[in-house]
């Protein structure tokens, strides 16, 4: 099993940026999937942007869509997420998960999941 591990979180003022990484043990190939999820008190695991690297087609929330970017480094094996104008509602655990086939923003249908990185958002 695919092995993921965020990093990159921390503490931003409202309005700034940060950027999270997620590194795989091994290459992502062509027919998988991923994702990043955020989870916040009270609230379900919300899918905030994915990608199929076999085409490279993005999906993201509509919550994020203009401010949140997804890419990848191949060589490197890593996921990252730009996050930019962030929110007070941007604060929450962040999670990085993949799984086969194409993309959708459906926690239940990851298989591998990373332990989370924490994003916190003052004013």
């Known amino acids: 099993q695919v092995q993921l591990v965020e990093s990159g979180g921390g503490s931003v003022q409202a309005g700034g940026s940060l950027r999270l990484s997620c590194e795989a043990s091994?290459?992502?190939?062509?027919?998988?999937?991923m994702a990043w999820f955020r989870q916040s008190p009270g609230k379900g695991r919300e899918g905030v942007a994915g990608?199929?690297?076999?085409?490279?087609?993005?999906v993201y929330a509509d919550s994020v869509k203009g401010r949140f970017t997804i890419s990848q480094d191949n060589d490197k094996n890593t996921l990252y997420q730009q996050l930019n104008s962030m929110k007070a509602e941007d604060a929450a655990m962040y999670f990085c998960?993949?799984?086969?086939?194409?993309?959708?923003?459906?926690?239940?249908?990851?298989?591998?999941w990373g332990q989370g990185s924490e994003v916190t958002v003052s004013s």
């Open positions: 998960a993949a799984k086969s086939g194409g993309v959708f923003l459906g926690a239940r249908y990851y298989t591998s």
């Open positions: 091994g290459f992502i190939h062509r027919s998988n999937s």
């Open positions: 990608t199929y690297f076999g085409n490279g087609s993005t």
